[in-house]
């Protein structure tokens, strides 16, 4: 097959009806090369916010003899997922569109051992010079309705390509193991009943998230009991973001 053969794709939309369009095999690998292109940009923030966190975890065992983050995990947000938001939210599929209103392509998640360290890994993360916090929402101050909790924010990074610099934007979201925990098996649930939660159950995951709630209060408590509070640490819980 030549590179400029037009080939007959069968699109499926929404409904379930299915679309014919042509497109030409060097369209439709200029298309996927951009794509690509365009995802790499993320990954490359996503892996600059990842070497920063690994960074302060290491001088933070190195210096205070503590490790404040229980794991860190990340994504770059799948085309099907992002394809799916952007219909949800009626953006079309322009780069720049997809640039200027999406801000979760790149994610990284920190699990931290106990609240006070979710405060703390935030403001040793965002207040580093080359970081521009562009959003902060506390989901710990104040929970979701449904009992979730985390600190989120959106922080844009500069990555320098051979073409210059860009600013990618990262979504970083700080919970405990707790927290995490909760919002893990939630996510399973919410899919499991297509987004279609029972009345009954989504008071029943309120409750367990209440519960997870009280039981990092109580560990924090016998953590700070045995070891005190942690030295420079002066950031204990929510307060005011500059944002
Ligand atoms: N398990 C779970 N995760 C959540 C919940 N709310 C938010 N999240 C996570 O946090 C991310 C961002 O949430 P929001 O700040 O509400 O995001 P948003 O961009 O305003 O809205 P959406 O991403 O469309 O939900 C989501 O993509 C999830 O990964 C929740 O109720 N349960
Ligand atoms: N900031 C993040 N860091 C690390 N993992 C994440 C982050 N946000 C979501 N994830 C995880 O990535 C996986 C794929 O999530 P996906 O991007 O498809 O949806 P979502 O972010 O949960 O939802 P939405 O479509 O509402 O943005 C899920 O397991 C989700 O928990």
């Given at each position: 097959m030549s590179t400029t053969e037009a080939q007959s794709l069968e699109v499926v939309?929404?409904?379930?009806?299915?679309?014919?369009?042509?497109?030409s095999a060097s369209a439709l690998k200029a298309l996927g090369d951009r794509m690509q292109r365009f995802l790499l940009e993320y990954r490359f923030g996503m892996q600059e916010?990842?070497?920063?966190?690994?960074?302060?975890?290491?001088e933070f065992v190195q210096t205070h003899e503590y490790n404040p983050i229980e794991h860190v995990s990340s994504r770059v947000k799948s085309i099907?997922?992002?394809?799916?938001?952007l219909e949800r939210r009626g953006i079309g599929a322009d780069f720049?569109?997809?640039?200027?209103?999406?801000?979760?392509?790149?994610?990284?998640?920190?699990?931290?051992?106990?609240?006070?360290?979710?405060?703390?890994?935030?403001?040793?993360?965002?207040?580093?010079d080359d970081i521009t916090v562009l959003e902060v929402e506390d989901f710990i101050a104040e929970p979701k309705p449904n009992g979730y909790q985390s600190l989120h924010t959106?922080?844009?990074v500069p990555v320098y390509l051979s073409t210059g610099r860009v600013d990618v934007p990262v979504e970083v979201q700080f919970r405990t193991i707790?927290?995490?925990f909760w919002a893990s098996l939630e996510h399973k649930i919410y899919y499991k009943f297509a987004r279609q939660v029972p009345d009954s159950l989504t008071r029943d995951l309120k409750d367990a998230a209440d519960l997870a709630a009280e039981l990092d209060a109580h560990m924090e408590r016998l953590h700070i009991e045995v070891h005190g509070v942690p030295e420079g640490d002066t950031a204990p819980g929510p307060r005011v973001f500059p944002v």
């Open positions: 939309t929404e409904d379930g009806a299915g679309d014919e369009i042509t497109i916010v990842e070497t920063k966190l690994s960074i302060l975890r290491e099907d997922s992002l394809v799916r938001k720049d569109d997809i640039r200027a209103n999406i801000h979760d392509i790149a994610g990284v998640r920190v699990t931290c051992s106990f609240r006070r360290d979710v405060y703390r890994l935030f403001d040793l993360l965002t207040q580093q959106i922080i844009s707790a927290m995490d």
